[in-house]
Each structure stands twice: as C-alpha cells, then as structure tokens.
C-alpha cells in the first residue's frame, strides 16, 4: 500500500500541473471506486470548479476545489495517480480531463482505492478528524506525543504504528524501518515504551519517512509516480523484506514473522525480543486493534 512518503510524492509531482486549472470532465469507469455514491453524482460535484490546492492527510490526497468541495481519494493497495499516461494503460478507474487538455488517469490492478465527495469545510475536518492521528512530519510528532497516544496501550508498538488514528501516514515498509532505527522490538506493548524510546522512535519515524520521500517512494508491486517513473527507497531497505539477509549494523540473519497480520521484518540482536509477550499471543491482540 502506498504509504505517506508515496502518497507525498504523488501530490508533490502533480500540484504544480493541476493547481488552478479547471476540471473539465471526470469519467469513472469503475462504480466501486466511488460507491455507493452514484458515478454521475460526483462528477456533478466537481465538474467545471477549479483546483484550488492539491493536499495530503495520511494516506488520503485532497483535490480542494472552489465552494468548500473536496475530492478525496485513497490509493490503498495498488492506487496510482498518472498524468498524461497512455490511454491504453490498463486498470483504469478514473479519468480527470483538465481545462488544459492534461489529464490525470487512477489506475489500479486491485480495485481497493476510493474516491468521494466532502462538502463543506467542517465537514471536511470531521472526515478527517474521525480517521487519523497526528501528522509525523507536520511538527506534532516528538518523544512526548508518541508516549501520551501509547499510554496505557497493550497492543504490541507495530499494531499500534499502523493504526492511523494514532498517527497518520505510517503503514507496513515504514513502521518496520522505523521500529529497526529506533532498536525496537514490533512485539513490544506500546505502552511499555520508556521515555527514551519514545524519543528515539519518534525521531526515527521521521527519518524513515524522510528517507522515502527523498528516493520518491518504494515500488513493491504497482506504485509509480505521476509520471510513471518507479520509486527507489526499496533499495535503500534497511531491514523490510530483507529476510535471511544480515543485518547492516550486527550481520544477524533478519528474520520475518507476522505481526499486526502484516509480514513484519527484525533484526532480534539489535530489537530484542520482550520475554513476556510471545508472536502468537500478539497476533491474537492485534487483531482487535483498528487499523486504516
């Protein structure tokens, strides 16, 4: 799933070539993408308003058009954004013709990726206030606000990473490099963390987002941006999908496991496992924590 630093990278490439331009057409060719919106309503919606900002909460991208209209879209597990892409491209859902003659095609093999209409600004806060957590690189994110989400918390810290009312943006690949960075163990109970970890997770967090938005993304599977160009960070892996690789820092074998019913990667020298919570048991907690 395209993750925070991917979906960053999507608007960063497309809002100088969309900003201020008109929506001329918007044709959904895949009434799931929008249900259970009707695909005539949303084309109504937006059609002939103009692009006044293209932003990103978490993982959502914002297409913010006059009278307070937001147009949000979720890539999910294979989303994709294309401009001016070849027509022929296949597993497209939606296409976007601007005033301009550009268009802008979301393509997507698995058809798990959305889009819908929000009207109204306080709508659009409450949309996203009932779905995310902080932003990790907005400035919010520090030692002490990681510690107060995770007070009291059992689940194990990568249940809790992925859960985006906690912090938004964080999913799978970034959670795994982070929890390496910090020594972190992803069985280790949130709430268990000491101050000092906190602090060394959250600013770990951020360095592995940054590090991702600096190589335009990971491609696992589908993820391109704008221009079709795949990203680079999955060469820069420290320890996801690294499995029976040696550790860059001790050249301990990485070891894969699921946690957070997610292929979870860990070097056990340097993020020691917690004696007290066993893989097993952790899988059962995980899957009662809510995850976006």
């Not at 960075?181 to 997770?201: K, Y």
């Not at 999955?234 to 990485?254: A, D, K, M, S, Y």
Request: proline share 6%; hydrophobic share 40%.
């Amino acid at each position: 799933m395209p993750e925070l630093p991917e979906v960053e990278t999507i608007r960063t490439g497309l809002a100088p070539l969309v900003t201020g331009r008109r929506i001329a057409q918007l044709e959904i060719h895949d009434p799931r993408w929008c249900a259970p919106v009707a695909p005539s309503a949303v084309s109504d919606a937006v059609e002939g308003r103009s692009i006044e900002r293209l932003s990103r909460r978490g993982k959502w991208l914002v297409f913010e058009l006059a009278d307070e209209i937001a147009l949000i879209c979720h890539l999910r597990m294979t989303g994709t954004l294309l401009y001016d892409a070849d027509p022929a491209e296949r597993h497209q859902r939606m296409r976007m013709l601007l005033d301009d003659g550009h268009e802008l095609r979301f393509c997507d093999p698995r058809r798990f990726g959305t889009g819908e209409v929000v009207v109204g600004a306080q709508a659009i806060e409450r949309f996203f206030s009932a779905r995310l957590g902080i932003e990790p690189l907005g400035g919010d994110l520090d030692g002490a606000a990681l510690s107060e989400r995770a007070l009291g918390r059992r689940t194990p810290v990568k249940a809790f990473l992925l859960d985006q009312r906690r912090i938004a943006g964080i999913g799978n690949i970034y959670a795994d490099e982070a929890l390496f960075r910090a020594s972190i163990h992803p069985l280790r109970p949130a709430g268990a963390l000491t101050p000092a970890e906190c602090d060394a997770l959250s600013g770990a967090i951020q360095d592995a987002l940054r590090a991702g938005l600096r190589a335009g993304g990971a491609t696992i599977d589908d993820f391109r941006r704008p221009d079709g160009v795949y990203g680079t960070f999955q060469n820069e892996f420290l320890v996801h999908r690294r499995e029976g690789e040696p550790c860059p820092n001790c050249g301990t074998q990485i070891v894969k496991f699921t946690a957070a019913g997610r292929g979870t990667y860990v070097c056990e020298q340097c993020q020691p496992q917690p004696r007290a919570v066993s893989r097993r048991r952790a899988g059962r907690r995980d899957a009662r924590s809510g995850r976006l």
